[in-house]
């Protein structure tokens, strides 16, 4: 499957997790767009939005990290802009809950918007990537006429 892998990619932590998950993902056969092996640090801000919408429109489905205290407004947006025309799996490793068990600990309308929500505190990296596995296995089929949500 085409997976466009979204998340906040702004300190070496981020993108070293970003770059072993997208390489755990392609080890089980999937196709990758993370944007920070695209987004070049010398390309101008409309550059690099482009090239993000471009992996958006290309995947089969939005992955997306929903770590952090508030999630990366980047990464809400691509969400945004995907939920319409293919599905959205979020996912959690960060161990911060939320004021509703079981209904995610950010932002409604990323909850409500996504086809699969992932919790995993705590979790490896590892144990993420399989979870995300099953989860696309999950997605319901979409009809080839019809928009997703």
Known sequence: MKIYLAGPLFTTAEREFNTKLAGLLRDRGHEIW????????????????????????????VVANMDGADPDSGTCWEC????????????????RRGEE????????????????????????TEAIAARITDGLRELPVRQPDKAFA
């Open 80 to 95: 945004g802009y995907a939920f319409k025309q293919k599905p959205v799996i979020v996912f959690r490793s960060d161990f």
């Open 101 to 124: 068990p079981g209904k995610g600990s950010y932002n409604l309308m990323l909850t409500q918007s996504s086809t699969i929500q992932i919790e995993l505190p705590y979790a490896s």
């Open 34 to 61: 993370l944007p920070q092996e695209l987004e070049q640090r010398d390309k101008t801000a409309d550059q690099v939005f482009r090239k993000d919408i471009e992996g958006i429109d290309w995947a089969d489905v």
